[in-house]
């Protein structure tokens, strides 16, 4: 069965993101979006998968609060 998690991140202090999403699978596709008014996806954030339930998101600049929506497929 092929679950969906999504949630906002950013807070203006760190390129580090680690994102729990507990769907239990390494098999996951990962989608970052402009929370703004143009809703473009995101290219340059590197994606590790760390574990079945957690992805870390590294972007090259320190996003704004709530600036990226994360997306995540498995």
Do not use: C
Not at 22 to 40: C, F, S
């Amino acid at each position: 069965m092929i679950k969906k998690y999504t949630t906002i991140v950013g807070g203006g202090y760190t390129t580090y993101h680690n994102i729990h999403h507990n769907l239990g699978t390494v098999d996951v596709i990962v989608a970052v979006y402009y929370t703004g008014p143009m809703r473009r996806q995101y290219k340059k954030a590197e994606i590790t998968i760390i574990s079945e339930d957690t992805v870390e998101l590294a972007f090259a600049d320190v996003p704004a609060s709530m600036q990226w929506k994360v997306v995540i497929i498995g």
